[in-house]
């Protein structure tokens, strides 16, 4: 049985907000690199945040010859390295190739896939999406139409639990209780058989429809059709496709949280505090797996530990705690994010991460979660209720309560050493 959600909720296409952009995608890649304030910048697409150990060895070491020697997490859960020296992409582009982290060159910025971290883990999920995304990443990979899709286009494959149905994903297939898989943009139901191709279905039809717009549309958000007709055209094409769908006027509705720290059913769950990995943190990550990691879209890392015993495992979280990664599910530090900042962005205003830290404890007392950010453009920032903290050309910053179904609060920080008294006025 599915969980009730008003069809209303299903984001339609005459909600979305109109957009043609006068430019072409600019995000960065692993071959495509992006000159930032502190040198290059490589973006690595990780679908599903699933490295192998030696995949995550592959980065520690790229990141240590060739970059600042820190691995960075993002809001997608793949990987940046930074720091990068000039002329150092071919170098770059071998060690990923020879690690298996580059399938398909052409379509490496387009691997935007978020899959649910602990799916097969903690007996929690309806569905272990594990084969879903090895089977949507292949399609992917080998769809010519694909290699279009922007860089910031994204998949979200959630297990039922719905810990990534709610990241504002552009495709999402969600687990049902009956063996089955609800899509969106479509609103239908099909089989988890059917379900990855489905999902390139519906992004390939998104791409038809930007075409026939005249382009310069990145996102389903963006584009404007009207009511139900990505709906109706998703559909005609799983038809095409000869996929057997059903149709649905309701869809799952609840939304979970990332993992919490700790030992958490047969696994590991550890939050990197403002997404930035040390080389020893990385090493002691790679260290307590035994085959692989799962990067979070939280900035958080799951080590599956199933063939460890509670005191292995107990005794491997002790190893990360004492790396400074926060095993503990009472700390603040998994409330709070920030975009990278100066110096490393030429746009911020502000050393916002550590600001960040700075107030790390005052963010703690807070309702909702945090996000500093150095400029307006507020890149990673997270979606759902939260306090947007945004750095200003004065010096100081501005404070807003994003609370679903209420006003915008909003507030002047002069000074982060005034965060507690900031928040206070826009939560009371």
Known sequence: ??????????RPTSQATAVSRDRGDACPGALRLHAADDGALARVRVPGGVLSVRQAEALGEAAGRLGDGDVHLTSRGNVQLRGLADG???????????????????????????????SGLDGRGLHDVGPWLSDLDAALCGSGP???????????????????????????LRATGDGGAVLDPGA??????????????AAETFLEAVRESGGGVWRVAELNLPEGELTDRVRRRLDAGGIVRSSLTEVAAAVAPGPSPGVVGHALSAHVPLG???????????????TELRLTPWRGVVVPAPDQSPRQRAESLARLAAAGLVTDPASPWPRVGACVGRPGCGKSHADVRADAADTVDAAGACPLPLYWSGCER?????????????????????????????PTRTAPMTDPDDLAAALAAITS
């Open 276 to 290: 930035r990995l040390s080389a020893r943190q990385w090493r002691e990550l790679t260290g307590v797996a035994g």
């Open 188 to 201: 239908v139901r099909v089989s988890a058989q059917d379900a990855p191709r489905a999902a390139l279905l």
């Open 146 to 172: 694909a290699r279009e899709l922007s860089g910031r286009f994204l998949f979200a494959l959630d297990d039922g639990r719905g810990d990534v149905a709610g990241l504002g994903a552009d495709v999402t």
């Open 1 to 10: 049985m599915l969980a009730a959600m008003s069809s209303a909720d299903l």
């Open 378 to 406: 507020r890149c990673g920032h997270p979606h759902g209720d939260r306090i947007d903290v945004v750095a200003s050309a004065d010096g100081g910053y501005r404070l807003s309560a994003v609370r679903s179904g209420r």
């Open 88 to 118: 150092c992409g071919a170098e770059l582009a071998a060690v990923l190739d020879a690690a298996g982290l580059l399938p398909s060159p052409g379509h490496e910025r387009v691997r935007n896939i978020v899959a649910s971290p602990l």
